[in-house]
T-cell receptor, first 110, second 110 residues
Framework: DADVTQTPRNRITKTGKRIMLECSQT?????MYWYRQDPGLGLRLIYY???????NKGEISDGYSVSRQAQAKFSLSLESAIPNQTALYFC?????????FGPGTRLTVT | DAKTTQPNSMESNEEEPVHLPCNHS???????IHWYRQLPSQGPEYVIH???SNVNNRMASLAIAEDRKSSTLILHRATLRDAAVYYC???????????FGKGTRLSVIA
C-alpha cells in the first residue's frame, strides 16, 4: 500500500494565523488529494492534483490553497485560519481504481 | 454526481455475516461502485469495487443487482475490528476523485 504521511498530526492555531499542512507519499503515485471531515459527516474534497503541473479545485476550496512541490509532496495552506475550518484533514493518493489515505491531521482553530 | 443512499447505522453480532445495502437508482452505465470503510481515528481504506459482476476479495464480497440500481457489501464473518463507517461511492472513472456521503456506521457486538 501507499505510504502516505501527514504532518503535523495535531495542530491548534489562532484565528487569522497562516498554517500549512503537509502530505508526503513514497509510492510514486501521480494523483494526490486533500479532504476535510467534520464530525458525523463524510469527507469533502478541497483540492486535487493529477500531476505536478495540474491543480484542481474541489467542492470546498474557498479559504484554502495548495502547492504540489514535487510528485511526492502536496501541501494545503490556510491563509487566514477561521474557527469553522476546525476539522480533520486527510491527504490521499491514488493509482488505478484505489485511493490511499493518510492518517489525518486534526486542526483546531480558536 | 450520481448519489447513493445508505442506512445511517447497522448492528451485527460478532462472527455473523453482515449485509450492508446501498441504493444508487441514478447510476450511469460507466459508474463503478466502490466501497471504503473508515475505522475509528483513521483515514478511509479501500474495501472493494465493481462494475457489473459480483466481486470477491479477502476482505468482503460485493453483490450488484442485475439492474445495477443497488448493491450490497457482504462481510462474511464480522469481527470487532470491522466496526467502522462504510461508504458506498459511485465513481465515473479512475481519474475522478471519490465523493463521500455519510455512510453506514456498523457496530459489532461481542
Amino acid at each position: 500500500d501507499a505510504d502516505v504521511t501527514q504532518t503535523p498530526r495535531n495542530r491548534i492555531t489562532k484565528t487569522g494565523k497562516r498554517i500549512m499542512l503537509e502530505c508526503s507519499q513514497t509510492k510514486g503515485h501521480d494523483r494526490m488529494y486533500w479532504y476535510r471531515q467534520d464530525p458525523g459527516l463524510g469527507l469533502r474534497l478541497i483540492y486535487y492534483s493529477f500531476d505536478v503541473k495540474d491543480i484542481n479545485k474541489g467542492e470546498i476550496s474557498d479559504g484554502y490553497s495548495v502547492s504540489r512541490q514535487a510528485q511526492a509532496k502536496f501541501s494545503l495552506s490556510l491563509e487566514s485560519a477561521i474557527p469553522n475550518q476546525t476539522a480533520l484533514y486527510f491527504c490521499a493518493t491514488s493509482v488505478g481504481a484505489r485511493q490511499y489515505f493518510g492518517p489525518g491531521t486534526r486542526l483546531t482553530v480558536t | 454526481d450520481a448519489k447513493t443512499t445508505q442506512p445511517n447505522s447497522m448492528e451485527s453480532n460478532e462472527e455473523e455475516p453482515v449485509h450492508l445495502p446501498c441504493n444508487h437508482s441514478t447510476i450511469s452505465g460507466t459508474d463503478y461502485i466502490h466501497w471504503y470503510r473508515q475505522l475509528p481515528s483513521q483515514g478511509p481504506e479501500y474495501v472493494i469495487h465493481g462494475l457489473t459482476s459480483n466481486v470477491n476479495n479477502r476482505m468482503a464480497s460485493l453483490a450488484i443487482a442485475e439492474d445495477r440500481k443497488s448493491s450490497t457489501l457482504i462481510l462474511h464473518r464480522a469481527t470487532l475490528r470491522d466496526a467502522a463507517v462504510y461508504y458506498c461511492i459511485l465513481r465515473p472513472s479512475g481519474n475522478t476523485p471519490l465523493v463521500f456521503g455519510k455512510g453506514t456506521r456498523l457496530s459489532v457486538i461481542a
